[in-house]
T-cell receptor
Framework: AQKITQTQPGMFVQEKEAVTLDCTYD???????LFWYKQPSSGEMIFLIY??????QNATEGRYSLNFQKARKSANLVISASQLGDSAMYFC???????????FGAGTILRVKS | DTGVSQDPRHKITKRGQNVTFRCDPI?????LYWYRQTLGQGPEFLTY????????KSRLLSDRFSAERPKGSFSTLEIQRTEQGDSAMYLC?????????????FGPGTRLTVL
């Protein structure tokens, strides 16, 4: 069965610094997708970044990058140059090629300090 | 290009009442998903449609829950005889035709409070 583990319930980061949010996953399927979503206090889930299991390079989207280590089954999110607006809950999620759903971790709440 | 929309955004109801939520996916997306999120938790999958066919239902979707997507466009989620435990955020997402690992885009959610 699929499982996503986010071990950091909460993180603090100073404005303009980089922060890494941890995510490990478990699946025996060879083909899967890994996602990070941001959920501000308003509740909407905002897609940030995607990594496919066969992608050779780590995904990047602006200030977001995904540190994909397949052998360790980890997919950590790196946010560079943190901004106050980055304060939110962050969820790691996984989908399978032969599945019909996203499985989410418990989330990490990030607070950016000025 | 409009995103996924959900209506209503908030619903307060009394225990035992029926409620219905609506989701309008992104227009070219043929896949539609419903999730439920309780406070402090990640979203949990409820059900999935490909076009008008409901292809998967979670065990979380009890007999009191029913979802439809009659014309393969918008979808409705109905909860009958609501219970306090149904209080949650109900999220809808859609994704385009193609790989099942394609990105799902979420709507703003419907927050249900059962008194």
């Amino acid at each position: 069965a699929q499982k996503i583990t986010q071990t950091q319930p909460g993180m603090f980061v100073q404005e303009k610094e980089a922060v890494t949010l941890d995510c490990t996953y478990d699946t025996s399927d060879p083909s899967y997708g890994l996602f990070w979503y941001k959920q501000p206090s308003s509740g909407e889930m905002i897609f940030l970044i995607y990594q496919g299991s066969y992608d050779q390079q780590n995904a990047t989207e602006g200030r977001y990058s995904l540190n994909f280590q397949k052998a360790r089954k980890s997919a950590n999110l790196v946010i560079s140059a943190s901004q106050l607006g980055d304060s939110a809950m962050y969820f790691c999620a996984m989908s399978l090629e032969y599945g019909n759903k996203l499985v989410f971790g418990a989330g990490t709440i990030l607070r950016v300090k000025s | 290009d409009t995103g996924v929309s959900q209506d209503p955004r908030h619903k307060i109801t009394k225990r035992g009442q029926n409620v219905t939520f609506r989701c309008d996916p992104i227009s070219e997306h043929n896949r539609l998903y419903w999730y439920r999120q309780t406070l402090g938790q990640g979203p949990e999958f409820l059900t999935y449609f490909q076009n008008e066919a409901q292809l998967e239902k979670s065990r979380l979707l009890s007999d009191r829950f029913s979802a439809e997507r009659p014309k393969g466009s918008f979808s409705t989620l109905e909860i009958q005889r609501t219970e306090q435990g149904d209080s949650a955020m109900y999220l809808c997402a859609s994704s385009p035709p193609g790989l099942r690992t394609d990105t799902q885009y979420f709507g703003p959610g419907t927050r249900l409070t059962v008194l």
